[in-house]
T-cell receptor, first 113, second 113 residues
C-alpha cells in the first residue's frame, strides 16, 4: 500500500462548479502538507502549503488537513477552464526531511466551459 | 534566472549510454532536490542537498544514479549505463533553508531507446 493515496480521476466538471480533491496517508510523521498543480509538460507549481490540522484559504482555493483521520482536501470554488490540470498532494515529515516529499498519484481535472 | 532552470529539456539516448542532467536553482536557495516522474510510479524523491551538509541520497534507485552539487549552486544528475526503465521526467527543485516553498523546474524529459 502506498504511503499517500490519491484518486487519479479523471474528474470532469462544468465551469463554476466546486471541486473537491482528496488524499489519504498512512505515515503519522507527516507534518507538512502541500497541493501542487501541474499543467501538461510543465513542472509542478505550488498552490497551497499547510502545517498540521486546520483550514487555509487563498482566493478560490481552500486546503483542509485532518491529521486525526490522516486525510487532506483541496477545494476549488468557481472552477475555471484554466484550472484544468493535474493536482498533486504532497507531504513531508519536516525537520531535516522537509524537502523529501511524498506525492500522491495526482488527480486529472478538466473544467468544461 | 527567475526560476529553476533545467537542461536539456529533452534527451533521447541509447540504452547503455551515460547521461548528465543539469539543474540551476533559484539564486539564494540553499536546498536543491531531484525528483523523478514516470507514468507508473508518479513523482518520486531521488536526492536532496542542503547547504554544505551531506546529501540525502535515500531515494536513488540504484548505484547507476549519482548527483553532485558544485559550489552550493548548480547540480548535475548522472545516470550511467541507462536502461529503458530510466525513461522519465527528471525534475529539479529548490528552496530556501526554511524550505516552506519548494519550486520546481520544468523538467528534463529522458527517453532511453
Amino acid at each position: 500500500q502506498k504511503e499517500v493515496e490519491q484518486d487519479p480521476g479523471p474528474l470532469s466538471v462544468p465551469e463554476g462548479a466546486i471541486v473537491s480533491l482528496n488524499c489519504t496517508y498512512s505515515n503519522s510523521a507527516f507534518q507538512y502538507f502541500m497541493w501542487y498543480r501541474q499543467y501538461s509538460r510543465k513542472g509542478p507549481e505550488l498552490l497551497m502549503y499547510t502545517y498540521s490540522s486546520g483550514n487555509k484559504e487563498d482566493g478560490r482555493f481552500t486546503a483542509q488537513v485532518d491529521k486525526s483521520s490522516k486525510y487532506i482536501s483541496l477545494f476549488i470554488r468557481d472552477s475555471q477552464p484554466s484550472d484544468s490540470a493535474t493536482y498533486l498532494c504532497a507531504m513531508s515529515a519536516g525537520g531535516t526531511s522537509y524537502g523529501k516529499l511524498t506525492f500522491g498519484q495526482g488527480t486529472i481535472l478538466t473544467v468544461h466551459p | 534566472g527567475a526560476g529553476v532552470s533545467q537542461s536539456p529539456s529533452n534527451k533521447v539516448t541509447e540504452k547503455g549510454k551515460d547521461v548528465e542532467l543539469r539543474c540551476d536553482p533559484i539564486s539564494g536557495h540553499t536546498a536543491l532536490y531531484w525528483y523523478r516522474q514516470s507514468l507508473g510510479q508518479g513523482l518520486e524523491f531521488l536526492i536532496y542537498f542542503q547547504g554544505n551538509s551531506a546529501p540525502d541520497k535515500s531515494g536513488l534507485p540504484s548505484d547507476r544514479f549519482s548527483a553532485e552539487r558544485t559550489g552550493g549552486s548548480v547540480s548535475t544528475l548522472t545516470i550511467q549505463r541507462t536502461q529503458q526503465e530510466d525513461s522519465a521526467v527528471y525534475l529539479c527543485a529548490s528552496s530556501t533553508r526554511s524550505g516552506n516553498t519548494i519550486y520546481f523546474g520544468e523538467g528534463s524529459w529522458l527517453t532511453v531507446v
